[in-house]
């Protein structure tokens, strides 16, 4: 593998593969049609993997991080006398609620703990108490401990109550299926270097066609537009309203063509699947626990208790592992020091073997080296 000193299992950026990297080594124009024809079909390969009958929907791309195209969905299709429930169990939920709040949309929150999953009978409780709310938004896999939530019943308490449904599926699209016409879900946003395995630069959102073409007019900022974005790429047949990131996105094109390659969303799954239990297994075998409860645990991010070895110090674990070659994430709880693992990417059975065989010698090294500091 060229260009790859340590593999990244901190999704994202992510670790992605030669030929997409080497996909970004050529210069595009931004509204040349060459350009603007690839941007077309990378729209529609989108929506194929959307669902299976995806009739009704469109995709659009957005400049930014996940983030930005999440804050771009939140600010532009609320209407001024909507109201916006947010589900959350986890700093991504958490920061659907910031970005409402800042750009002074009317809110209801519901928050569980970061180790719980959201009960859809309490949603419907809430939008019947409620019933100034419009619009629904919750996470899909909250990547802030790998907890999968019950999108299929957050799905039917919402659209049972007739609300429009957002859904950050940042760290599962594509990567843990997902029907998003059968959830009936309306906005379902993604970016380009989660389970796409591409590089970091913008992100996308499936759109129930109808429900975007409400949304003009309604943008409270201008370069997050989504609708207009949306025109200015169904107008110019794939040409994005300011510079778009060409290079990103030529090489977003290939790891899709690459996702098609393995097999599409089910061998992803598979995949990741595999990885989640090696790492899994592994690790409870050195003596690791996870934060996150099997039944309720993806398999896209694990977040693990530290080890009790003396000495130990995730400065210094993570050092170790890095030397090895793997970088791993901080935790990302408030409570309790925790580190998590990505199995996303372009990464194998294989890699998280030798992720295992690190992270024991990673613990060893510490606890000899601690115990030398003591003597
Ligand atoms: C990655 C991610 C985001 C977006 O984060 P950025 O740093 O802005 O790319 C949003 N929600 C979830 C659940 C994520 O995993």
């Given at each position: 593998m060229k260009n790859r000193p340590y593999i990244l299992l901190t999704p994202g950026p992510l670790t992605t593969s030669d030929t997409v990297r080497e996909a970004m080594l050529r210069d595009w124009c931004t509204w040349d049609e060459d350009y603007n024809s690839l941007v077309q079909d990378l729209r529609a390969r989108l929506l194929a993997i959307?669902?299976?009958?995806?009739?009704g929907y469109t995709s659009v791309l957005m400049q930014g991080s996940g983030s930005f195209v999440v804050e771009s969905v939140i600010g532009s299709v609320?209407?001024?006398?909507g109201k916006l429930l947010v589900v959350s169990n986890g700093a991504y939920g958490d920061r659907m609620e910031t970005m409402a709040r800042m750009l002074g949309i009317d809110l209801l929150t519901y928050r569980t703990a970061d180790t719980q999953v959201p009960d859809p009978q309490k949603i419907r409780n809430l939008l019947a108490d409620d019933p100034a709310v419009t619009h629904v938004a919750a996470v899909h896999v909250e990547t802030t401990t790998g907890i999968l939530n019950p999108v299929a019943g957050i799905a039917s308490a919402a659209k049972e109550a007739g609300k429009v449904l957002i859904i950050d599926s940042m760290s599962g699209f594509g990567g843990v299926s997902m029907d998003v016409p059968a959830l009936k879900a309306d906005f379902v946003v993604s970016s380009a270097n989660k389970c796409i395995q591409g590089t970091p630069g913008f992100g996308f959102v499936i759109a129930r066609t109808s429900e975007l073409e409400k949304s003009k007019g309604r943008a409270r900022s201008h370069a997050l537009d989504l609708y207009d974005q949306w025109h200015s790429m169904e107008k110019g047949r794939g040409k994005w309203r300011f510079t778009s990131p060409t290079h990103i996105v030529r090489a977003f094109y290939q790891a899709l063509l690459e996702l098609e390659q393995e097999g599409g969303v089910a061998a992803r799954e598979k995949r990741y699947r595999e990885n989640h239990r090696i790492l899994k297994e592994g690790m409870a075998a050195l003596g690791f626990t996870t934060v996150i409860p099997e039944p309720l645990q993806s398999h896209i991010i694990t977040s693990f208790y530290p080890?009790?070895?003396?000495?130990?110090d995730f400065k210094r674990f993570y050092q170790n592992l890095k030397d090895r070659g793997f970088v791993i994430y901080p935790g990302k709880l408030t409570e309790a020091e925790t580190f998590r693992i990505g199995n996303i990417g372009d990464i194998f059975p294989d890699d998280m073997r030798r992720l295992l065989v690190a992270v024991e010698a990673s613990m060893y090294w510490n606890s000899r080296s601690s115990k030398q500091e003591e003597a």
């Open positions: 959307a669902g299976g009958d995806t009739a609320i209407p001024r006398d080890p009790q070895a003396a000495g130990y």
